[in-house]
């Protein structure tokens, strides 16, 4: 019986101390996965935490207009062809409105972009004139366009440029912490050439692009090759475009230089 009783006073002799040291070795964990915490989540945002500072309210990034800065500006109406002079306007891609704000005034209207034929703005920033034509004038699929193109290039094969936007909702994982928080909107420039009223997507693969310059295909296919073009820059579709609408009598450019 004696050696019983000793053999268990041993048995508990021996395992308290590793009970103990199991113990403080918890704590040490424990101390230092709230280190961490703090270090890499000093909100406690995130993981599986229910308390400290929230999240903070998803925001838009971005906007929906063509250029947010206000541009002096000449419209054309389609009714009785008014012209409306030296405006400072920009124009909502997404509400197809321009907001305009009228000489000796400091109120802003609206007009529904449907009432305007064109206009001529002056950048306020690059001090260059810029030409939109509103989208009723040409034809996508044998059907009229909403919104407004921008006139790069004039002439026997016009170039012309629409901006159109797109929302990106947020995608952020709060467990994860990965991804992105806010909305964004997101604005993207698609390059058409204007044969008869037929507005046509500009291939931008060589032989595909020399094929629309009919007749012309051997001077074009030149002067891509002699200035080593690349025609996935902007610029470079501004140079082919201007090229070939120069070998026609006439030919003015818009501008010495394009605009991105």
């Known amino acids: ?33 709230i280190q961490e915490t703090l270090r890499n989540r000093p909100n406690f945002v995130g993981g599986n935490m229910v308390y400290g500072i929230p999240e903070e309210p998803k925001r838009v990034l971005g906007n929906f207009y063509l250029d947010p800065k206000w541009n002096k500006t000449t419209l ?18 997404e509400s197809h409105q321009f907001e305009a704000i009228s000489p000796n005034s400091d109120k802003v209207k609206t007009i529904p972009g449907l009432r305007v034929h064109n206009l001529v703005w002056i950048d306020s920033v690059h001090q260059v004139p810029r030409y939109f034509v509103n989208g009723m004038e040409f034809l996508e699929d044998n059907a009229p366009v909403s919104g407004f193109f921008e006139i790069l290039v004039d002439g026997e094969l016009p170039l012309v440029r629409r901006t159109v936007t797109s929302l990106k909702r947020a995608n952020y994982n709060t467990a994860l912490m990965i991804g992105n928080r806010d909305d ?6 698609i390059y058409y050439y204007v044969k008869g009223k037929h507005l046509l997507e500009v291939p931008r693969r060589k032989k595909k692009l020399i094929k629309i310059f009919e007749g012309n295909e051997s001077e074009v296919h030149g002067f891509i090759s002699t200035n080593k073009l690349n025609l ?24 010495p230089e394009p605009s991105e």
């Open 76 to 93: 054309m109406l389609y009714k009785n062809e008014q012209i409306l002079t030296d405006h400072l306007v920009r124009y909502n891609i």
């Open 1 to 33: 019986m004696k050696k019983v009783i000793f053999n268990v006073v041993i048995f508990f002799g021996i395992i308290s101390p590793v009970l103990g040291q199991t113990e403080g070795l918890q704590k040490t964990i424990r101390a230092t996965n």
């Open 232 to 255: 996935n820059e902007n610029n470079s579709l501004y140079m082919v475009f201007s090229f070939y609408n120069s070998l026609f009598d006439g030919y003015e450019p818009l501008w």
């Open 184 to 189: 964004e909107i997101k604005k993207k420039n």
